[in-house]
């Protein structure tokens, strides 16, 4: 009789409530966030970024994060949507960021060139509209990108981001385009892929990110790092994404984890830095 796999529980790593999800998706999605955030917390999450994916999504969902005040919160309109995105659209977003202190990045923007769901041209305009926005409000920017890393880094020097604070979130690329990145002063988020053993350029880049501009995340519910690949991801398995990094960087974890989670509060503006 096979025995059933028993998975390492996130907890057991025992981590201080000093770290912190740059990048979730903890709306619509079935979670239920209460119960999420209150499992991220015994796993030492204290701070969680969560994305709504346009300004009907945050209308609809804000909400559900009132009385959580450890979460904050990022708005864009991702360019699968780019298609359907109007000026209303960009006028909704920029009534919400004058209105709301917890709204901190327009994101996820950028170009997904891997799927093609919007026509490339539209997810182009669109990105460079939601750029400007950015731009008007003095805002951050978090960045999707997928097989498009040359035109959407066209664009960003086009728009003058250099020396702008700009996150590439989800980063899996290699050491070369870490230091492209990093050579225009922006930061970097890396999620639980880096856990896969076969993620070789991932697993290399994260030892030459300073440490001041290395950020994690999750990408809930995606992405799940190992020993839950495969599995509905969530802010409470972030600790196995930062065992690896610091495995691989020679790091003490503990000290890594809030030092993340610092650098995270420390871009994003929080106050409590």
Not at 78 to 93: I, N
Not at 214 to 239: H, V
Request: charged share 30%.
């Amino acid at each position: 009789m096979s025995r059933k796999k028993v998975r390492e529980l996130p907890e057991s790593l025992d981590l201080p409530c000093t770290g912190a999800d740059s990048h979730a998706h903890l709306d619509g999605r079935d979670f239920d966030p209460q119960e999420v955030l209150a499992r991220a917390r015994t796993c030492g999450v204290r701070t969680v970024g969560n994305v709504f994916l346009g300004p009907a999504a945050y209308h609809a969902s804000r909400a559900v994060f009132e009385a959580d005040r450890d979460v904050f919160f990022l708005l864009g309109v991702h360019p699968h949507e780019a298609s359907s995105m109007t000026g209303t659209d960009l006028e909704t977003m920029r009534r919400a960021f004058r209105t709301d202190a917890r709204l901190k990045a327009v994101g996820e923007i950028g170009l997904d060139y891997f799927y093609d769901f919007s026509p490339r041209a539209a997810q182009r305009e669109w990105f460079r509209r939601q750029l400007d926005l950015a731009l008007e409000l003095g805002q951050r920017v978090v960045i999707h990108c997928r097989d498009a890393e040359e035109d959407c880094l066209a664009i960003l020097d086009e728009a003058g981001f250099a020396g702008r604070p700009l996150l590439w979130h989800c980063f899996g690329l290699s050491s070369d385009w870490a230091k492209e990145f990093l050579d225009r002063g922006w930061h970097l988020s890396v999620p639980g892929t880096v856990t896969y053993s076969k993620n070789e350029a991932l697993r290399e880049a994260v030892k030459i990110i300073p440490a001041g501009r290395l950020l994690l995340e999750t990408d809930a519910p995606f992405l799940a790092p190992e020993p839950y690949r495969g599995k509905r991801n969530e802010p409470a398995l972030i600790g196995f994404t930062a065992r690896t990094v610091a495995g691989l960087r020679g790091e003490d974890l503990r000290v890594l984890w809030t030092r993340c989670g610092d650098v995270t509060r420390r871009f994003f503006g929080l106050e409590d830095v």
